[in-house]
């Protein structure tokens, strides 16, 4: 019987420096320009454009293992959608957040309306493998249609200001874009938000509102749950 290959087969860097670049590049608001500097400060060179691949190349490949591991989040699902401009054209980024804040999965799309709505909550269920207890959006009609049609038995609430949860979520959504001097394809925003929202949940900890000891040991928790996803 073959052994099979390391995920790292045939990079000449070891898997720590890999990783740790991936993780920077995603978990920070960098360019691949400050994470090569970051290397390079550690004695590490390394282009911008090996970084570059790498990170399209592992990313995802972490984002399926971290994936499995989390299993299903949380049973109330905050939607909302966001317009972003790609190369002149505007698409529409729709989030899907839990009631801690966890991203649960994104779709980018060209319109917003029930079919676009009815593919993203097929997305979410197919993603999730169970239809969530409460379902929060905003008062837009193709949410209310595609619920109607796919997921009837949920309740649906449509309360001013109850969907800020997922509103906010956006936020390092456009931070990265003004860092990106804008995303050049959906499909590399795709790629690139689906990475990005997993690395998130895992380190996003809510700092201010727990003790540092507790903090101190979630954080250490995610660095070995890191580890353990970037193995060899």
Aim: net charge positive.
């Amino acid at each position: 019987m073959k052994n099979k290959k390391s995920l790292y087969h045939g990079y000449r860097f070891p898997q720590e420096i890999i990783s740790h670049t991936v993780w920077l590049y995603y978990r920070f608001c960098l360019r691949l320009r400050d994470v090569e500097e970051l290397l390079a400060e550690r004695g590490i060179f390394v282009t911008y454009e090996s970084i570059r691949q790498w990170c399209n190349h592992f990313g995802p490949e972490y984002t399926r293992a971290l994936k499995k591991r989390s299993g299903r989040l949380g049973d109330s699902w905050y939607l909302d959608e966001v317009f972003i401009k790609i190369q002149g054209e505007r698409h529409y980024l729709g989030r899907a957040v839990d009631q801690d804040g966890d991203t649960i999965d994104i779709l980018m799309q060209k319109r917003r309306n029930k079919q676009a709505a009815k593919r993203f909550f097929r997305k979410l269920l197919k993603g999730q493998c169970a239809s969530p207890r409460r379902m929060i959006t905003d008062k837009l009609k193709s949410y209310s249609a595609a619920h109607r049609e796919v997921m009837p038995s949920v309740t649906h609430s449509t309360k001013q200001y109850e969907n800020n949860r997922a509103e906010v979520s956006h936020e390092p959504t456009r931070q990265r874009e003004r860092q990106m001097l804008r995303f050049k394809s959906a499909g590399q925003e795709q790629r690139f938000l689906t990475v990005h929202g997993e690395i998130g949940n895992l380190f996003r900890l809510g700092r201010h509102v727990i003790r540092a000891i507790h903090y101190r040991k979630f954080r250490s928790e995610a660095f070995s749950k890191w580890q353990q996803v970037t193995c060899a």
